[in-house]
């Protein structure tokens, strides 16, 4: 599908942290304020249907975690059900996530994964404490999945089905049936565009447009012991993947053009959209995605000035685009850092020492910077790996010695730190954003 520009497009803002939900959260707070909002799933619905047939917009190619909940617990009677609620509810925190989560976290035994809250909690959701919810029996939902041909809770499924299921239902809301119809609309335009290239293959009038996954993190909705509590996990929504795929009864093969609504487990690298105001969601910026070029662009606006100048050994060089930077150092055998810090203002090459530096690992470049001064040649203060691959007796790079100048005076963060900076961030896409 012939994808379109990824500028700018409606009141939303995508941001993604690499040390996961609670600082791209905290970064979504200061960007709103308190006029806006941590979007729901029914929020990235809203949005993929106000850019339906614009695939490169973030609302479809991006994935997102969202302020969506999903929990499993037990009514009063005994009963298994699912319960949905978005924007609501014992999560609609971050204190209330981090609660939940802590399950998982917390646990030192590592035997525990997910999220849980109390029993209490999840009665109180049931009976509409916070505000509406939609309830799916599980038992029901089993069933339908083990006569399904179409693996409703294990693999990618039709449209039609996807239209009927009262799971998409509660995790989409309430324009859910509008989305199915977009995005089997845009399944077609992309079988289509791909018949130009492949030759005609079989129609696909009822293309696979969702993958309803539950818990992949060895939760189980039907077994797990729920230790007088409920499951809890926040939802999240994939970008739009095209997968090959076979008719039911394996005669023809096909491209799936779908996406993954599934649970949300505690790991690095989160992305959330915040909107900016009370409307409904129309769009998201793709955010700081491109965190290498708004660098390579933006450096010296992030840079902040050094009060102790610092004293350098031996180091590490990585570049920016067209500059130099020491990266920011390690500590003991470990593998080098790849952020810059302080950038170098003059460098010259340095000969006599060896092309290559080989350490005795197997998966990891791990060394110590000890290991590089004692093969550095004279005069040498800087180095530079590239080429890394296997050699010898484990892994090698070529290696390159220099002797640099450094400005001590300003520093770069560390990409975390950056990463939190909003409001240089927001400041520099502002800039780019009027240039374009």
């Avoid at 324009?175 to 077609?188: C, N, P, S, V």
């Avoid at 606006?301 to 180091?315: D, H, R, S, Y």
Wanted: glycine share 10%; with cysteine.
């Amino acid at each position: 599908m012939k994808k379109t520009s990824a500028k700018f497009h409606g009141n939303g803002m995508a941001f993604y942290h690499t040390d996961g939900l609670v600082p791209a959260y905290k970064n979504v707070t200061a960007f709103t304020g308190s006029k806006g909002r941590f979007a729901t799933l029914p929020d990235i619905i809203n949005a993929r249907i106000a850019t339906a047939g614009k695939p490169g917009l973030s609302p479809w190619c991006r994935y997102f975690t969202t302020a969506t909940a999903e929990y499993v617990g037990e009514t009063a009677g005994g009963n298994r059900i699912i319960i949905v609620a978005h924007g609501i509810g014992p999560m609609s925190t971050l204190d209330g996530v981090m609660q939940a989560y802590s399950y998982h976290f917390k646990d030192r035994t590592r035997n525990r994964v997910g999220g849980r809250i109390s029993r209490e909690e999840f009665l109180k959701l049931e009976s509409g404490h916070y505000g509406d919810v939609s309830i799916v029996d599980l038992a029901e939902l089993l069933r339908r999945d083990e006569e399904s041909k179409n693996h409703l809770l294990h693999g990618r499924v039709r449209a039609s089905v996807a239209a009927t299921e009262p799971l998409v239902a509660a995790r989409l809301g309430a324009r859910f049936a509008e989305y199915i119809k977009a995005h089997t609309a845009m399944a077609h335009l992309y079988l289509k565009q791909e018949e130009e290239t492949t030759g005609p293959r079989p129609f696909q009038n009822d293309p696979r447009i969702l993958a309803l996954r539950l818990p992949c993190n060895g939760v189980s909705y039907r077994y797990s012991e729920l230790d007088d509590g409920a499951i809890a996990h926040l939802l999240s929504i994939g970008q739009l993947e095209a997968c090959s795929d076979e008719d039911e009864d394996r005669r023809h093969r096909f491209t799936s053009l779908y996406s993954d609504v599934s649970t949300h487990g505690w790991h690095d690298g989160t992305r959330l959209a915040a909107v900016r105001d009370g409307n409904p969601l129309t769009g998201i910026h793709p955010g700081f995605d491109r965190y290498d070029a708004i660098l390579e662009k933006h450096w010296a606006e992030f840079t902040k000035p050094v009060a102790q100048t610092p004293v350098l050994g031996i180091t590490s060089l990585t570049d920016v685009g067209e500059r130099w930077f020491t990266q920011h150092p390690k500590k003991g055998e470990v593998m080098d850092t790849g952020e810059p810090e302080f950038l170098v203002t003059k460098m010259e090459p340095v000969a006599g020492g060896p092309g290559h530096f080989t350490v005795e690992e197997d998966f990891f470049f791990r060394y110590g910077v000890k290991d590089i001064e004692r093969i550095a040649p004279l005069g040498a203060n800087a180095y530079a790996l590239s080429g890394f691959g296997r050699g010898g007796d484990g892994l090698m790079a070529s290696i390159e010695f220099f002797r640099v100048e450094v400005d001590t005076s300003r520093r770069l963060p560390r990409k975390s730190e950056i990463l939190s900076d909003v409001d240089t961030l927001t400041r520099v896409l502002e800039k780019d954003e009027k240039a374009a």
